[in-house]
């Protein structure tokens, strides 16, 4: 798998992507992205904008309506199984199996990915540790509060080291401390050459993460560049500006 990655510069080439719902929502009006292998990228909008759908359907959980997508060159679509081996998915929403326990969970994660029993307690001791997750091991997901509930999800997308990190809204709804703790961590595993593509409606978070973002709305992506190439563009002097010019939301002067 490896090999394969580094013969690719992109990690992420969506061409012309399209989701028409079958209630007739046009949620991705014709998305064209590229993201380089080891980039930090930020997918910036409002709800509503488009964000969690173009993830489902990169990632297999929603099929395009037209348009194609490729993860370090395999197609989603066509060579789904590849696809999906690269990339690790934070979803937004929490979906844990609630009668499992934390170390359950992650030993079942890595099975799904043909990860061996060595190299699977390995990894799941040095998750729950990262996440502080050790006292936690032995509880079953209904018992855990919101906080580790969003450490385990996280922890459980990278149980098969991703070449690709997914992470939708990771921070919505937890306290400052966490949210702090998790910038750190995943800035440190994108300097270690993971790709990382976060999708978020904070500010802050896209700045501090982000090297490159793209602002979406209402399934289209409106500009690409960093906060710097985004300010001059929008003639405004801050990133939240920029954010309230493009969904059409009043600047304050």
């Known amino acids: 798998m490896s090999s394969t990655v580094k013969n690719e510069t992109l990690a992420l080439d969506v061409k012309g992507l399209k989701k028409t ?11 064209d992205l590229q ?7 930020g997918l910036l909008g409002p709800n509503g904008a488009g964000k969690s759908t173009l993830i489902h359907t990169i990632t297999g959980l929603s099929m395009p309506t037209s348009g194609s997508a490729k993860v370090f060159g395999s197609d989603v679509v066509g060579d789904y199984k590849t696809a999906r081996m690269y990339v690790g998915l934070s979803p937004q929403d929490i979906n844990l199996d ?3 326990t934390v170390e359950q969970t992650l030993d079942f994660h890595a099975g799904y990915y043909g990860m061996r029993k060595k190299e699977r307690r390995q990894r799941i001791d040095e998750l729950l540790k990262v996440f502080s997750l050790t006292d936690k091991k032995d509880s079953r997901g209904m018992f855990l509060s919101g906080g ?3 450490r385990m999800v996280i922890a459980r997308a990278l149980m098969h080291k991703p070449e690709f990190l997914i992470l939708d809204e990771p921070t919505a709804g937890v306290d400052v401390e ?3 703790e998790l910038w750190k961590y995943v800035k ?3 300097e270690q050459g993971t790709t990382i593509l976060l999708t978020t409606h904070y500010i802050e978070e896209a700045e501090e993460l982000c090297d490159q973002i793209a602002v979406i709305n209402a399934g289209k992506i409106l500009k690409i560049g960093t906060v710097a190439e985004l300010k001059k563009a ?3 002097k801050t990133l939240e500006d920029v954010y309230l010019k ?3 939301k009043k600047v304050q002067s």
Do not use: E, H, P
């Open 21 to 31: 719902y079958d209630s007739g929502t046009k949620a991705l009006k014709g998305i």
């Open 234 to 236: 929008y003639k405004v």
């Open 246 to 248: 493009a969904t059409g």
């Open 178 to 180: 966490l949210r702090r």
């Open 98 to 100: 609630w009668f499992l």
């Open 188 to 190: 440190k595993i994108n």
């Open 148 to 150: 580790m509930k969003r």
């Open 35 to 41: 993201i380089k292998s080891g980039q930090f990228f």
